[in-house]
């Protein structure tokens, strides 16, 4: 499976060789803002896991490639702070000179591409996955008394020294990473965990919203599934 995972890297690999040869042709590279990323990463035997998904960072931790020609200042410079893909539109933005809109949670990579330090930035990456769509056709799940679809759901919060998951059902789980960076020590140690988990409330305060809770996308529009229907594949 490795090999066959590099085998499609190399592969993208070539295509976006194809993609800068056109670019040169056309006189138009170093007019370009390129970003190279992905939406998520594989498990490939990480903590006994195959695919994506779950809480563990092999899933989302994610390659990051953006090059700017115009910002010369660090060019080549490999960034340690922690990016997320929430990141790359208000980077876009600024690229084509256009106001980041206040809806973005991400913030410009910017400073970085120009070589100089942004004003202020994150201590931490977070990500999250909801499987409630994956529990639709185990019901039924009678509305409102059954809540069970609503905790099927995480959220991580990865600092530089821990990993806490919280699930929506309750259960948590702290990874120390100081101690062991490859997330197989967890600690129950209210001195470690209680910090993360209050970062993790904190964060989750400041992005959650509720607009389409519990509604499913579907072809014809966004609602819930009638009673003895298939949800059917979600987009």
């Known amino acids: ?78 960034v340690d702070a922690f990016t997320e893909n929430v990141d790359v539109m208000p980077t876009l933005c600024e690229a084509m000179g256009l106001e980041v809109p206040a809806a973005c949670d991400g913030m410009p990579l910017t400073p970085f591409l120009a070589g100089e330090e942004p004003p202020w930035w994150r201590d931490a990456a977070h990500w999250e996955y909801d499987w409630r769509a994956e529990r639709i056709p185990f019901g039924p799940h009678p509305w409102p008394w059954d809540r069970r679809l609503e905790r099927q759901n995480l959220a991580v919060v990865r600092s530089s020294s821990a990993a806490y998951v919280q699930y929506g059902n309750g259960e948590w789980r702290c990874f120390d990473l100081g101690a062991d960076p490859s997330w197989r020590t967890e600690t129950t140690d209210p001195a470690a965990v209680l910090p993360p988990a209050q970062s993790m409330l904190s964060w989750r305060a400041t992005h959650a919203e509720r607009q389409f809770t519990d509604m499913v996308l579907v072809d014809g529009g966004v609602g819930r599934v009638p009673a003895g229907l298939s949800p059917g594949p979600t987009r």
Do not use: N
Request: glycine share 16%.
């Open 1 to 78: 499976m490795r090999a066959q995972y590099y085998g499609m890297i190399s592969d993208v690999d070539e295509q976006v060789g194809r993609l800068r040869a056109g670019l040169e042709e056309l006189r138009v590279w170093d007019d370009t803002v390129v970003v190279v990323t992905s939406d998520h990463g594989e498990q490939l035997g990480d903590q006994g896991t195959l695919g994506k998904g779950g809480c563990f960072e092999a899933s989302y931790r994610v390659l990051g490639i953006v090059a700017d020609p115009r910002q010369r200042g660090g060019r080549g410079r490999v």
